[in-house]
């Protein structure tokens, strides 16, 4: 009687042990195969083929790979003006991924930048940024343009300044002349400006389909170069050009390039000092700049490094605790101990032992990395306050795409989006 009470003791804890083992299984194999930095590598395209314009509904979608639908919950897109965010679509593929289809509309056409997406991923949040796109108006709308470049950086447009180059006398300037928004160029015709030598140096190709979906014909098309030698000091006009060039509807149009000046000055070595000068600042520039992706870098890579730590310790602990556990019941066994109280007690330490380290392991670390932290969740109110960049923070509550964080004793409101959690 003894051996069989002890046989069903045995055999009712290693039925509990093995029902505890199988649910704590299948909560990992539930979830993604796929690691957070590949997750963070993701990017929200555009279908292909399609063509970005105004007032249409643009297709973009994201796969993320080696995770079920289940596993990913979507938040709600809130976007800025002029962007409008119509639907979405979650569905599975054959190869288990997670397919998001997303549709968006433009009110204005430019270069735009759309919210990055928010997803919970088995519990933690991510936000996967989405291609900057130019969209521009239909075709029907859009109007031959002509712009210019000078082989020294500036540009001629309707938004260029009254002057946008300093030159000394005598010196040669060079510049390409462009076209937009045109399926072909007819003629070229340009005046000869006084106190100055001019001329034509080169004609480009131009080859244009006229097909919204071309790339090439909705940006600038470079049409001939020239090569300007003012003679005369001052504020001398840009030589006028005028082209004839055939519209996206059929219409033959004439464009001429927008009225610009530059400043001709008597002194070559002023130019090279100013040039120097400005090649000083903008290198200087390009350090700090480097300077300071070196440091956000850093920065991410020490708290990235710090919760794989943190999860490598929490794993150490299961083994060990679990061992433990193991070693316990096996003496306990050997012993021959006919209570159940021991293995009952084996058995509670070991759900416990599992809860925690469920627990622990999805377990978020939150780090603010910049922006304005507020006292009230609005963009145009509430008193600024000061969090160091780049440090952990607890968060308290979320409210339509902000956070309200804590950071010792100072608690404040931020976007969303200048939370990361890992």
């Given at each position: 009687?003894?051996?069989?009470?002890?046989?069903?003791?045995?055999?009712?804890?290693?039925?509990?042990?093995?029902?505890?083992?199988?649910?704590?299984?299948?909560?990992?194999?539930?979830?993604?195969?796929?690691?957070?930095?590949?997750?963070?590598?993701?990017?929200?395209?555009?279908?292909?083929?399609?063509?970005?314009?105004?007032?249409?509904?643009?297709?973009?979608?994201?796969?993320?790979?080696?995770?079920?639908?289940?596993?990913?919950?979507?938040?709600?897109?809130?976007?800025?003006?002029n962007i409008v965010f119509k639907t979405l679509r979650k569905t599975g593929t054959k190869n288990n991924d997670t397919l998001i289809e997303l549709w968006?509309?433009?009110?204005?056409?430019?270069?735009?930048?759309?919210?990055?997406?928010?997803?919970?991923?088995?519990?933690?949040?991510?936000?996967?940024?989405?291609?900057?796109?130019?969209?521009?108006?239909?075709?029907?709308?859009?109007?031959?343009?002509?712009?210019?470049?000078?082989?020294?950086?500036?540009?001629?447009?309707?938004?260029?300044?009254?002057?946008?180059?300093?030159?000394?006398?005598?010196?040669?300037?060079?510049?390409?002349?462009?076209?937009?928004?045109?399926?072909?160029?007819?003629?070229?015709?340009?005046?000869?400006?006084?106190?100055?030598?001019?001329?034509?140096?080169?004609?480009?190709?131009?080859?244009?389909?006229?097909?919204?979906?071309?790339?090439?014909?909705?940006?600038?098309?470079?049409?001939?170069?020239?090569?300007?030698?003012?003679?005369?000091?001052?504020?001398?006009?840009?030589?006028?050009?005028?082209?004839?060039?055939?519209?996206?509807?059929?219409?033959?149009?004439?464009?001429?390039?927008?009225?610009?000046?530059?400043?001709?000055?008597?002194?070559?070595?002023?130019?090279?000092?100013?040039?120097?000068?400005?090649?000083?600042?903008?290198?200087?520039?390009?350090?700090?700049?480097?300077?300071?992706?070196?440091?956000?870098?850093?920065?991410?890579?020490?708290?990235?490094?710090?919760?794989?730590?943190?999860?490598?310790?929490?794993?150490?602990?299961?083994?060990?605790?679990?061992?433990?556990?193991?070693?316990?019941?096996?003496?306990?066994?050997?012993?021959?101990?006919?209570?159940?109280?021991?293995?009952?007690?084996?058995?509670?330490?070991?759900?416990?032992?599992?809860?925690?380290?469920?627990?622990?392991?999805?377990?978020?670390?939150?780090?603010?990395?910049?922006?304005?932290?507020?006292?009230?969740?609005?963009?145009?109110?509430?008193?600024?306050?000061?969090?160091?960049?780049?440090?952990?923070?607890?968060?308290?509550?979320?409210?339509?795409?902000?956070?309200?964080?804590?950071?010792?004793?100072?608690?404040?409101?931020?976007?969303?989006?200048?939370?990361?959690?890992?």
């Amino acid at each position: 009687m003894e051996k069989q009470r002890e046989y069903k003791n045995f055999r009712f804890i290693i039925r509990l042990l093995t029902f505890i083992s199988v649910l704590f299984t299948g909560s990992l194999f539930a979830s993604p195969l796929i690691s957070e930095d590949e997750i963070n590598k993701l990017i929200i395209l555009p279908e292909e083929n399609i063509e970005l314009v105004t007032q249409k509904e643009i297709k973009f979608h994201l796969t993320i790979p080696k995770t079920s639908p289940l596993a990913v919950e979507i938040s709600t897109p809130i976007e800025q003006e002029n962007i409008v965010f119509k639907t979405l679509r979650k569905t599975g593929t054959k190869n288990n991924d997670t397919l998001i289809e997303l549709w968006y509309i433009f009110e204005t056409s430019g270069e735009h930048k759309i919210n990055p997406l928010e997803l919970k991923i088995a519990g933690h949040y991510f936000y996967i940024p989405f291609q900057s796109l130019f969209i521009t108006d239909p075709m029907e709308k859009m109007v031959p343009k002509l712009s210019a470049k000078f082989s020294s950086g500036p540009w001629i447009s309707a938004s260029s300044s009254s002057s946008v180059i300093t030159s000394p006398v005598s010196k040669k300037i060079k510049f390409t002349v462009y076209i937009q928004y045109s399926s072909q160029v007819l003629n070229i015709d340009y005046t000869l400006p006084k106190n100055s030598l001019f001329s034509k140096i080169k004609d480009y190709e131009i080859v244009s389909s006229g097909n919204p979906n071309n790339h090439f014909s909705y940006q600038m098309i470079p049409v001939c170069d020239f090569e300007w030698t003012p003679m005369a000091k001052g504020e001398i006009k840009v030589p006028s050009i005028k082209i004839k060039a055939l519209s996206y509807d059929g219409t033959i149009v004439e464009v001429t390039l927008p009225e610009t000046f530059i400043t001709v000055s008597n002194s070559s070595i002023k130019k090279q000092n100013n040039f120097q000068d400005k090649t000083f600042q903008d290198s200087f520039s390009a350090i700090e700049t480097t300077e300071e992706e070196i440091i956000l870098e850093n920065s991410l890579e020490k708290i990235s490094q710090k919760v794989k730590e943190r999860k490598k310790l929490i794993l150490k602990f299961l083994f060990i605790a679990l061992g433990t556990l193991i070693l316990f019941a096996v003496i306990i066994y050997f012993l021959k101990i006919k209570s159940p109280v021991p293995y009952l007690i084996l058995s509670i330490l070991l759900l416990f032992i599992l809860i925690t380290f469920t627990a622990l392991s999805k377990k978020q670390t939150a780090v603010y990395t910049e922006g304005a932290v507020k006292s009230i969740p609005e963009l145009n109110s509430g008193k600024i306050l000061q969090i160091t960049e780049y440090s952990e923070v607890k968060i308290i509550k979320e409210i339509n795409g902000w956070y309200c964080i804590q950071s010792g004793t100072t608690t404040g409101w931020t976007k969303k989006e200048n939370v990361r959690i890992y």
